[in-house]
């Protein structure tokens, strides 16, 4: 006995006291984060398969039957970037469904250059700390959690809920949330979708400043921009050198941006924004709401670098490739330019506006590529069902702090849901630091606090939509 009680001891000694403080279904949900996280999903060593496999085996835990979950594999050059679809069957069979998506892959981290391992899921200072503590496995985590407590409840939803565990969105060849889309779409057929991309802001303190609902994202497209010429000897320099033509018309596109563009919701994010700016901007956006020709008022209000971006398609030179020899002249030269496009926007009248601000038709530009190729999709209503509905939950779990629409600048797999007629929103509940939590980055953290009062608002938010 004496044994046996010291082993407890040492065992509750071993979990963070913050751990020990939590409710026991906090706990629960903080044991399948902490698998979650330390599951590597990583596109160089590690699996998207195992990760879904484990969720599944949880799903299963909780009275989930093999008929309620689907494992499925990536492609035949990479078979672990699969996923896991699973469905919780509603009351009512003329409610359509509800989607939650989140991707279970991560972005690189390299052991080295962090001070944490960052495939150990490490609970220190109030944070959480591990790639993928934020992006996005405390979606995943929060999502499957609440698929676990909606079916311990005993009692079905009104409305079908479906959970997609996806990969590929951070990169990487295959992407299975397009794959969803284009071969079995009916798995993941839904009313509409939550996603991630709806992070708020908090100050340097961690205090909250605002909620963000995101309804609508760029769309990412690369061009190959490039100048041919027959080149010589560097001893007989020629006016028409394919450097300086292609770095001539790069300024010229530098210095042209593209026409603003408003649409719901970066009209409804800017007024909120107006009510909180100093008077001279909230100015500037009041007119450039009244007329977004207004180049006065769009000036000041495009000094900030992410409401820049926000007005318009953005395109900027990201690569240079040129020349052959030290002691020739360039017979080539060539850039990446990379452009994150309004929703709506197609990719050939992006092309075309990029040639106009080029103003030299001896640079080509070809649209690049891509495995995973964009798709032109307006962004998603600012429903009353939707928005209204997470504005009231919002209101109670996160009293006097703001909810605003926002677009993302960035991308998540919701551009093939939107595309495909599937209305995806980034949720609110979150706060990101200034300095981003070390997404994508080193040391990448969330809150302990923040991501246990997100996943409780998230829970009533997705109770609320499988009852209406």
Request: glycine share 8%; proline share 7%.
């Amino acid at each position: 006995m004496r044994h046996l009680i010291a082993g407890l001891l040492a065992a509750s000694l071993a979990i963070p006291a913050a751990a020990q403080a939590l409710r026991p279904d906090q706990q629960a949900f903080r044991a399948l984060y902490k698998e979650l996280v330390e599951t590597n999903t990583s596109v160089s060593t590690g699996s998207c398969n195992l990760a879904a496999e484990r969720m599944a085996a949880r799903l299963k835990a909780a009275g989930y039957t093999d008929a309620d979950i689907r494992l499925f594999p990536g492609s035949i050059e990479r078979p672990q970037d699969g996923g896991l679809v699973a469905v919780l069957k509603g009351s009512d069979p003329k409610a359509r469904a509800i989607l939650l998506l989140s991707h279970l892959d991560v972005v690189e981290a390299k052991r080295a250059d962090w001070e944490r391992d960052p495939f150990t899921f490490i609970e220190e200072g109030g944070f959480f700390y591990g790639r993928g503590v934020s992006d996005d496995k405390a979606h995943g985590a929060i999502f499957t959690d609440a698929m676990i407590r909606l079916k311990q409840a005993g009692k079905p939803p009104k409305r079908t809920i479906k959970l997609a565990l996806t990969c590929g969105e951070e990169g990487g060849p295959f992407n299975s949330a397009k794959w969803l889309v284009d071969n079995h779409r009916d798995w993941i057929e839904a009313e509409f979708a939550l996603n991630e991309g709806g992070s708020g802001k908090a100050d340097a303190t961690g205090k909250p400043i605002s909620l963000a609902f995101q309804a609508g994202e760029k769309v990412y497209q690369d061009f190959t921009l490039e100048t041919r010429n027959p080149g010589g000897h560097s001893s007989r320099p020629r006016p028409d050198n394919a450097i300086y033509e292609l770095a001539a018309g790069l300024v010229r596109l530098s210095r042209n941006d593209f026409p603003v563009i408003l649409s719901d919701t970066t009209r409804a994010y800017f007024a909120e924004m107006a009510k909180i700016a100093d008077a001279g901007t909230a100015q500037a956006i009041t007119a450039l709401l009244a007329n977004p020709a207004d180049a006065h008022a769009e000036s000041i209000v495009s000094r900030d670098p992410g409401w820049h971006s926000t007005l318009r398609t953005t395109c900027v030179a990201t690569m240079l490739d040129a020349g052959h020899a030290r002691n020739a002249l360039p017979q080539r030269a060539q850039a990446n330019v990379n452009c994150r496009m309004f929703p709506g926007e197609s990719v050939e009248k992006v092309r075309g506006q990029i040639v106009e601000r080029l103003g030299d038709p001896s640079i080509s530009v070809t649209a690049r590529a891509s495995e995973n190729p964009p798709t032109a999709a307006p962004p998603p209503p600012l429903s009353p069902l939707v928005y209204g509905t997470a504005v009231t939950l919002a209101a109670k779990h996160f009293p006097g702090i703001p909810i605003i629409p926002t677009m993302s600048t960035g991308a998540t797999d919701g551009r093939y849901l939107n595309a495909a007629g599937i209305a995806t929103y980034g949720m609110p509940g979150r706060f990101g630091m200034p300095d981003g939590n070390g997404v994508h980055g080193l040391n990448e953290r969330i809150s302990v606090a923040g991501v246990m009062k997100e996943r409780d608002y998230l829970f009533d938010l997705i109770n609320a939509y499988a009852s209406k």
